[in-house]
């Protein structure tokens, strides 16, 4: 850890320490916004939308954890392709009169409620009681590091996850042109 | 812990990343349709890579591991959504929808 000790006192606002967290602070809060509309709102395309907020956020998040490279992916993946798979798959499938959705009874929405704080709060209190205990750094985790390992140590992985990544394409294709002629 | 370095502490991110989970739960629970199951899905997917990026930072000896994991993580995602996209379209040119209390030709 890089000595969160020597930071402990609070930097001023307008100080260059300040900034950053003040801009960590309406990253995290612009994200859980986005979530929030991405599990809630009635229309999909809306939460399509809240979606695309929230991923830009974790973005910024992994900003702050010293990987640009993976924020730029998430930006890339996340962002430019999933959500614009979605967003045209609610196009296709979803019908104009059917767009709305919801709890599907009155106990639902409660419910999920319930198992869903439950399970924050129990993650939340194992995060916050736990005395988290860092290893020595035996490399900079740069994006050299990074190709490096993944064309020697986990070149199989690499290997396996482009097999899979063609073969879902041609999967997909195959299930969704289904039914044509 | 003063509220404008809390970018430093490990904490945090666990707990952000607790909070999407949660997030995720709630949508994957209450929404009716399958495209709003799979957004859903993609935020507890989010919370995880979350986490993952946060002991990578914090912890773990080698920096990149993490950074990896989380990178495949993204592309079976990216996966994911592809194929249960596909799915989606290929019930609803079936059935005429995608609400997935109507999809009960299995039941006895």
């Not at chain 1, 260059?16 to 986005?34: E, H, K, N, P, R």
């Not at chain 1, 009169?97 to 409660?110: I, Q």
């Not at chain 2, 707990?15 to 495209?35: D, N, P, Q, S």
């Not at chain 2, 495949?72 to 959504?81: N, P, R």
Request: charged letters at 10%.
């Amino acid at each position: 850890m890089n000595g969160p000790d020597a930071f402990a006192h609070s930097p001023s606002l307008l100080s260059a320490d300040g900034l950053v967290g003040l801009v960590f602070l309406v990253m995290i809060a612009v994200t859980l916004a986005g979530a929030y509309i991405a599990a809630t709102s009635e229309r999909l395309v809306r939460a399509v939308a809240g979606l695309v907020v929230c991923f830009t956020g974790v973005g910024g998040i992994y900003y702050f954890l010293n990987s640009p490279f993976v924020a730029m992916m998430q930006i890339l993946i996340y962002v430019g392709a999933v959500c614009v798979t979605i967003s045209f798959a609610i196009m296709l499938a979803a019908p104009e009169h059917k767009k709305k959705t919801g709890p599907s009874n009155l106990l639902s929405g409660p419910l999920a409620f319930m198992v869903a704080t439950l399970v924050f709060g129990g993650m939340a209190a194992l995060a916050l009681r736990t005395e988290w205990e860092p290893f020595a750094k035996t490399s900079m985790g740069t994006v050299r590091d990074i190709g490096i390992q993944l064309l020697t140590v986990y070149s199989m992985v690499f290997e396996l996850i482009s097999i899979i990544l063609l073969i879902a394409i041609i999967g997909a294709i195959v299930i969704a042109r289904g039914g044509r002629n | 812990m003063p509220l404008l370095v809390i970018h430093q502490y490990l904490p945090t991110y666990l707990v952000f990343g607790a909070m999407l989970f949660g997030f995720g739960i709630y949508g994957l629970i209450t929404r009716r349709t399958l495209i709003g199951m799979l957004i859903a899905s993609e935020l507890m997917l989010a919370g995880v890579s979350v986490n993952f990026m946060a002991f990578n930072r914090f912890l773990a000896p080698d920096p990149s591991v993490g950074q990896i994991f989380t990178l495949f993580i993204m592309a079976i995602a990216a996966a994911e959504a592809a194929i249960g996209l596909s799915i989606v379209v290929a019930v609803y040119r079936h059935y005429k929808t995608v609400d997935a209390e109507d999809l009960v030709n299995l039941k006895g």
